[in-house]
């Protein structure tokens, strides 16, 4: 995913950042490696006749490759609609408006949430979350922790808020989610430069290996129940 929902940027330079950021090859290596998780991993969390908005969606591969009935992909960034077929809201994390309260089944966020400038963004897009989930509805968040990562965290310009699965965890519910599942090492940090590359079926065996994951997973996943009362 291409994180790109940050208010402390514009439109415009969301758009130079994430084109400098990933070249043709790296996106389509994104591409298959997202179409592999879903399948894999991530379809397990979505059922086919569920609506699913995909926060600060990006180039849109999860969107594309997830299975839902509606897909809603929600970005900063005006070029997130060359990327995908499914809706798109143009909007900001914390200010969906064009989404109707208790309308969604599962938000999912992918390496968004260290893009945020400070805790209080953080719990004003959690609380936008819960407002357009309906009781009941999941929210699932995918990104670096910060407890395995290390001093890489810092690579990029635009990381400002280190998390772990602790903090993360905490965060969740002072906005009112009831945690469900906390994976702590999932996948590895990026697949930016790497010298191997990415394939269906490395992704299906990593997926598979579980006891990889305690030795490769830099990234950390959550799931989150918005409570039925």
């Given at each position: 995913?291409?994180?790109?929902?940050?208010?402390d940027?514009?439109?415009?330079?969301?758009?130079?950042?994430?084109?400098?950021?990933?070249?043709?090859?790296?996106?389509e290596g994104k591409?298959?490696?997202?179409e592999?998780?879903c399948?894999?991993f991530?379809?397990?969390?979505?059922?086919?006749?569920?609506t699913?908005?995909?926060?600060?969606?990006?180039?849109?591969?999860?969107?594309n490759?997830?299975?839902?009935?509606?897909k809603?992909?929600?970005?900063?960034n005006?070029?997130?609609?060359?990327?995908t077929?499914?809706?798109?809201?143009?909007a900001?994390?914390?200010?969906?408006?064009?989404?109707?309260?208790?309308?969604?089944?599962?938000?999912?966020?992918?390496?968004?949430?260290e893009?945020m400038?400070?805790?209080?963004?953080?719990?004003s897009?959690?609380?936008?979350?819960?407002?357009?989930l309906?009781?009941g509805?999941?929210?699932?968040v995918l990104?670096?922790?910060?407890?395995?990562?290390?001093?890489?965290?810092?690579?990029?310009?635009d990381h400002h808020?280190?998390?772990?699965?602790?903090?993360?965890?905490?965060?969740?519910?002072?906005a009112?989610?009831a945690p469900?599942?906390v994976i702590?090492?999932?996948?590895?940090?990026t697949?930016?430069?790497s010298?191997?590359?990415?394939r269906?079926?490395?992704v299906?065996?990593?997926?598979r290996l579980?006891?990889?994951?305690?030795?490769?997973g830099k990234q950390m996943f959550?799931v989150?129940?918005?409570?039925?009362?």
């Amino acid at each position: 995913m291409a994180p790109s929902n940050e208010r402390d940027f514009s439109g415009d330079e969301l758009a130079q950042l994430y084109d400098n950021r990933f070249d043709a090859a790296e996106l389509e290596g994104k591409r298959i490696l997202w179409e592999a998780l879903c399948r894999g991993f991530f379809d397990r969390y979505v059922g086919p006749e569920e609506t699913v908005l995909d926060l600060a969606a990006g180039t849109c591969e999860f969107t594309n490759a997830i299975r839902a009935k509606r897909k809603i992909a929600v970005d900063l960034n005006p070029d997130t609609k060359k990327f995908t077929d499914a809706e798109v809201v143009i909007a900001p994390s914390d200010d969906m408006a064009a989404i109707g309260d208790n309308s969604v089944d599962v938000v999912f966020t992918s390496n968004f949430f260290e893009h945020m400038p400070d805790k209080r963004a953080l719990l004003s897009t959690l609380e936008e979350c819960r407002r357009v989930l309906r009781p009941g509805g999941r929210l699932l968040v995918l990104m670096p922790n910060l407890r395995f990562v290390g001093q890489r965290y810092w690579d990029y310009f635009d990381h400002h808020l280190p998390l772990t699965h602790h903090s993360l965890v905490e965060g969740l519910e002072l906005a009112r989610f009831a945690p469900r599942e906390v994976i702590p090492r999932f996948l590895p940090y990026t697949v930016k430069d790497s010298p191997v590359k990415v394939r269906p079926s490395f992704v299906r065996t990593y997926l598979r290996l579980r006891p990889a994951w305690r030795f490769l997973g830099k990234q950390m996943f959550v799931v989150a129940e918005k409570p039925a009362a």
